[in-house]
């Protein structure tokens, strides 16, 4: 088509030039003519084709707003974005499932980041009886001095704190007393004493929700092995049976002697305990025990971390066999130095006071990615791999007993606590389901991962935001997304704000598109630097032509020509 289109402006031109040469008049008039005519046709050409004399653009500014949902290149034209060497993001950033649609290009980050920033973090999902601790950091922008005050499903103020330049760290707690899907609100307001300075011209009282799952008391069964009597594993058998956990303790006292013991209505089980049919959800095994298990019982413990949970007290003489046994797990552990450690086991509570921690001399030799970890400066305290396949930890402390005895049974059941809860994560029966958004909002692309999907059958998810929202319980359309360390994984996108539940029972909360300004505008930040160092586009400097003439002009000096070439010769018109 272009071809016909270039031919018939040449054919345009040298016609126009013929008849002008024919005309009985001057050379200077002629010539005239001829070049008007001349750059009439080629305007025309330059209208299918503009010529490309402009400056070629290599930066394009993208404006964002903490909550903006626009097309992020709808002020960008497609000649303009062909263009681009470089997006400078300015104004609080996007996330990445907005970055991730833009062209090739490399993005830099405007440093006129002014808004406030804050990190959130809390247990969405804890036991009856565990405290609900919610922590909020300014992180970034102007420290406006704000009260915030937590208040549980029932609309009483349970705690409260200042969040200022001053205190940058607050700490909101509470514990629940009936389990359930609930919703705690946080009320945001200025503080008194900023209100009395005028500090807070601009700050709207509001309230924002909190989600939080509280399930009932679970009684996992446990068994504790001692190689030997020991006050680690009495102070550990002493904290199972007060905590009412169904548990059997088996101490090896000499070659041909053992005490058993059962706490809260455990029924007695005397042979068979590494058997598969084993009753106890989590193994709790001396690392000085190794020696005495006979070859099948070895051989059973490689193949039970893959049914049940297996935690090793390890012990400086485990010996070299136990050492292979960790190793042919995928879990190999090296020497290290013997230490003692200070370790605060509960915010507000003063390190040394609490006995420091002696370590044994083993740690990781290398970790994975998704692994368990209870680190204090460089040292594992514990360390785990709870997955599909995979549920076997190391404790490499020996002397927690001393917080006992010094009067700190609190924080050595926190400590305890938070151990044994990694461990169980995984319970043999399917994987722990999670969500990849660590702020799931609406109309925004939301991927739930689990080990127990299918490749081939997604789940079904199911809006629980509104009542008679969705009465006949049809489910939520989904993508499939990729695999990761959580099994399959899937997308969808919401549409109400509010509880959501999937066909497994796992609940997850779906906030307001407006919810947590502070918040979303941290992680649109993080994300936008996450984007900016990632290589995209090329990092060489490239030689560019211009970008095109815009038509518009073009049209308007080709229309300029035509109405002075008609005034010029409206006389040979008549």
Known sequence: MMFWFNLLCFAGILLSLVLIARRRTGVAKRLTAGLIH?????????????????????????????????????????????????LEVAGNGFTTDALRDLP????????????????????????LGDTLALEISLVEGPATTRSLTLEDP??????????????????????????????????????????????????????????????PPERPAVLLWSARPGFETAALARWLRQSGTPA????????????????????????????????????????????????????????LASKKSLLWLVHNDSGTGFADYARAQGMELRGAAAASISYQSLPGSAPTEIPELKLVSFEPAQRAGGDARTVVGARDLYWARVRPQQSLGFVFFNNSYRWQTAGFANEFSHLWSQIIRQQLAWRGTEAATRMRAPLPRTHQRTTICSGDFSASQPPELFSLAIENANPDKRPL?????????????????????????????????????????????????????????????????????????PRYWIALVLLALLTATWWRERIYLR
């Not at 918040?519 to 400097?541: C, H, I």
């Open 104 to 127: 090739p290009v490399r993005l830099a980050l405007s440093p006129d980041w002014d808004a406030e920033a804050w990190t959130l973090d809390w247990n969405r999902e804890l036991t």
């Open 154 to 215: 029932f609309g009483n103020a349970v705690d409260s704190g200042i969040l200022s330049a001053e205190n940058p760290q607050l700490v909101l707690r509470d514990r629940p007393r009936i389990a359930g899907r609930w919703e705690y609100r946080v009320r945001i307001e200025p503080a008194e004493s900023a209100v009395a300075t005028d500090e807070t011209t601009d700050a709207e009282p509001r309230s924002e929700v909190l989600p939080l799952v509280v399930h």
């Open 477 to 549: 359309p989904t993508a499939r997304a990729n695999t990761d360390t959580s099994g399959q994984c899937y997308d969808f996108w919401p549409q109400q704000s509010g509880w959501h539940e999937s066909d497994d029972g796992f609940a997850f909360y779906v906030f307001d598109k407006t919810s947590w300004p502070e918040w979303q505008t941290r992680l649109a930040r993080q994300d936008s630097m996450g984007m900016a160092s990632a290589r995209l586009g090329t990092a060489e400097k490239i030689e560019l032509s211009g970008r095109p003439i």
């Open 38 to 86: 001349g750059a009439i046709w080629t305007l025309l050409w330059f209208l299918a084709q503009p010529p490309l004399w402009l400056p070629r653009e290599t930066k394009a500014l993208l404006h964002s707003e903490p909550l903006a949902r626009t097309e992020l290149l709808a002020a960008i034209s497609p000649t303009q974005l062909q263009a681009l060497q470089a």
């Open 248 to 303: 059997q303790v088996v101490t090896q006292l000499a070659p041909e002697m053992v005490r058993t013991e059962t706490f809260n209505e455990f029924q007695l089980r005397e042979a068979g305990l590494l058997d598969a049919d084993t009753p106890f959800d989590l193994l709790i095994l001396d690392s000085r025990l190794w020696p005495q298990l006979s070859p099948r019982q070895r051989t059973r413990l490689r193949t």
